[in-house]
């Protein structure tokens, strides 16, 4: 079980708002059944990625309760693809987790990538490095129900990247699509941000 008491008490700066961005890009694999997505997110001190697979019904539903969220000021929604390795061996773990705050003025999102990779004890080096992820992205509520539309239509799969921060949202195709055994979608995707500045980290 992850423990999970919440987003830390701390203000929502402009410096730290900023900062955030999330960016899911889609790749060429089995659609319209399954989706093959790679997310990178920051909360302007640390930042992840994780390719995981999904489906368009399941990126819909998620978007459109991120969109009317929240409906009251205790309000959570809870999204999770794969399983942590201690639970069920799994390829990878993915989860988000929306909160209100401030009565509804604020929300927050956690979230968490987890590779289920495995660190050799004895310091050998590893088949594949073990990559975990886990922080709070803090945002106004207008900019939540932003991110959930745009979610929603992203899975209508006529994008390949949905970009979102403080005050970038877009969906568009700038992302070169290939047949997934043609390359490496991590670094097709980290290829493909954006260069406005405030969204980088620094």
């Known amino acids: 079980m992850i423990a999970d008491t919440g987003p830390p008490a701390v203000s929502v700066s402009r410096r730290s708002v900023m900062r955030y961005f999330i ?27 994780l390719e995981f697979y999904s489906n368009s019904d ?5 978007g459109i309760r991120l969109a009317e969220f929240p409906v009251h000021s205790r309000d959570s929604i809870f999204c999770q693809r794969g399983y942590e390795e201690q639970i069920r061996p799994w390829g990878w773990y993915f989860m988000c ?15 968490r990538f987890n590779n289920n990779g495995r660190n050799p004890p004895d310091g050998r080096t590893p088949e594949s490095d073990a990559l975990l992820t886990d922080f ?26 949905l970009y979102w921060d403080a005050e970038q949202a877009l969906i568009d195709n700038a992302l070169e699509f290939k047949d997934r055994r ?5 670094a097709a995707a980290w290829a493909s941000l954006p260069e406005w500045p405030d969204t980088r980290l620094r």
């Open 58 to 62: 399941r990126l819909h539903e998620f």
């Open 182 to 186: 043609c390359g490496d979608n991590l």
């Open 136 to 161: 709070w992205i803090r945002s106004t509520t207008d900019r939540i129900r932003k991110l959930g539309n745009l979610i929603a239509e992203f899975s209508g799969l006529k994008h390949r990247r």
């Open 23 to 49: 960016q899911l890009t889609r790749h060429l694999y089995e659609e319209p059944h399954q989706l093959n997505l790679v997310i990178i997110a920051s909360n302007g001190l640390a930042a992840g990625s």
């Open 97 to 111: 987790r929306a909160v209100a705050l401030n009565e509804m003025r604020d929300c927050a999102i956690r979230m």
